[in-house]
């Protein structure tokens, strides 16, 4: 059990740290760049990038953090493992709420700007990245901050566990 629950923890703190970092890497690097392009495209490669993203590699990292953060508070539900669960479901209430964002805000920005068309048809380009781009990306700095506290709480819960 012990180690299960060692490996679950790890797996978590893995899987949400590469969210995490992808997040801030957006928040960093980024959108930092593209706010210096012109709207259509700034429009073009966000479009392309939120087609992009959706891969084996991003899935294992999303759904891969909620899943071991999730299997690792079920590991330390017995009264043997308590000691790091109020970290490990802090961290997995911190990741949910990411989801939560990214589901609520991230992902309507995303398909509204779909759903805005080619970028060299659109009459307003300039009214399509302001619908889009500030909120997305004050949402994302948000996503960022979620997981990296929630990464946060599961190097806390490792270490509980380790004292255990």
């Keep these: 059990?012990?180690?299960?629950?060692?490996?679950?923890l790890i797996a978590a703190a893995v899987t949400c740290g590469l969210t995490a970092g992808l997040f801030y890497a957006y928040?960093?690097?980024?959108?930092?760049?593209?706010?210096?392009?012109?709207d259509r495209a700034f429009i073009e490669v966000m479009q392309r990038v939120n087609v992009a993203i959706l891969n084996g590699w991003f899935v294992l990292g999303f759904v891969g953090a909620l899943l071991s953060?999730?299997?690792a508070v079920a590991l330390h539900l017995p009264s043997d493992g308590h000691h790091a669960l109020p970290a490990t479901i802090a961290a997995l209430a911190l990741y949910v709420a990411a989801i939560g964002v990214?589901?609520?805000?991230?992902?309507?920005l995303n398909d509204e700007l779909a759903a805005a068309g080619e970028p060299k048809h659109i009459t307003d380009?300039?009214?399509?990245?302001?619908?889009?781009e500030a909120r997305w990306v004050r949402f994302n700095v948000l996503r960022a901050l979620l997981?990296?506290?929630a990464l946060g709480c599961?190097?806390?819960a490792l270490i509980l566990h380790g004292q255990a």
């Design 154 to 156: 599961l190097a806390w």
């Design 102 to 108: 990214t589901r609520s805000v991230n992902i309507p």
């Design 27 to 38: 928040a960093c690097s980024v959108m930092p760049a593209l706010a210096r392009v012109e």
């Design 69 to 71: 953060t999730g299997a």
């Design 125 to 132: 380009p300039a009214g399509v990245r302001s619908r889009f």
């Design 147 to 149: 997981c990296t506290a």
């Design 1 to 8: 059990m012990e180690l299960a629950r060692t490996l679950t």
